[in-house]
Nanobody
């Protein structure tokens, strides 16, 4: 599985962005997917995850009610809708795929990673 993240950019606080992660290769529709982020000088952090068909989702507390993870298995694409963005959301966002259908919040459980897309939220 190869993953290509896109959709990052510069946005003012309170604004919105939608990240996309296009997957190529076989198995996307069977695998759990997630978004992680890494801010400058900080460790990588779990953001959100979804199981193979999208009916189970998990979020880090800091984004609950603001971010929504979703997937379109017919398009082999994962999304992260980010609303009410805050300066502390500034980071490089990575999509990741497991090789099983159940979710995890630990990055070590994910086998495939995209290249990352930068989100910058100005105050």
């Amino acid at each position: 599985v190869q993953l290509q993240a896109s959709g990052g950019g510069l946005v003012q606080a309170g604004g919105s962005l939608r990240l996309s992660c296009a997957a190529s290769g076989r198995g996307f529709s069977m695998y759990a997917m997630a978004w992680f982020r890494q801010a400058p000088g900080k460790e990588r952090e779990f953001v959100a995850a979804t199981n193979w068909n999208g009916d189970i989702t998990y979020y880090v507390d800091s984004v609950k009610g603001r971010f929504t993870i979703s997937r379109d298995n017919s398009r082999n694409t994962l999304y992260l809708q980010m609303n009410s963005l805050k300066p502390e959301d500034t980071a490089v966002y990575y999509c990741a795929s497991r090789v099983v259908g159940t979710t995890a919040t630990n990055g070590a459980a994910y086998s495939y990673w995209g290249q990352g897309t930068l989100v910058t939220v100005s105050s």
